[in-house]
Nanobody
Framework: QLVESGGGSVQAVVSLTLSCAAS????????MGWFRQAPGKDRELVAT????????YYTDSVKGRCTISRDKAKCTMYLQMNSLKPEDTAVYYC?????????????????WGQGTQVTVSS
């Protein structure tokens, strides 16, 4: 089970940190990722972190503004988002993929949280 938290309505430029608590799986056996889906748009891969925690991936639109991390002791993944923009408004989903998959590819992410809404106003 994956449970996201930390979403909300914020003003542009401020920071927000999303959390994803994992249970019922061996956390270190899974690559973890954040996806988002804006109204009327396809779901997109935002950031990923490899099962070992040492390698990350960011989509171009968030590079330099977001940091993904994971804490194996807490079985929790985070996404720190800085300098938020209105175009970051979306439902953010936490997902897990078995580590045999490449962490930076959307394919393989088979386990999903329920999503948390992030709304950024200008």
């Amino acid at each position: 089970q994956l449970v996201e938290s930390g979403g909300g309505s914020v003003q542009a430029v401020v920071s927000l940190t999303l959390s994803c608590a994992a249970s019922g799986l061996t956390f270190t056996d899974y690559n973890m990722g954040w996806f988002r889906q804006a109204p009327g748009k396809d779901r997109e891969l935002v950031a990923t972190v490899r099962w070992s925690g040492g390698t990350t991936y960011y989509t171009d639109s968030v590079k330099g503004r977001c940091t993904i991390s994971r804490d194996k002791a807490k079985c929790t993944m985070y996404l720190q988002m800085n300098s938020l923009k209105p175009e970051d408004t979306a439902v953010y989903y936490c997902a897990a993929a078995e580590r045999r998959y490449s962490h930076y590819l959307a394919v393989g992410y088979a386990y999903w949280g329920q999503g948390t809404q992030v709304t950024v106003s200008s």
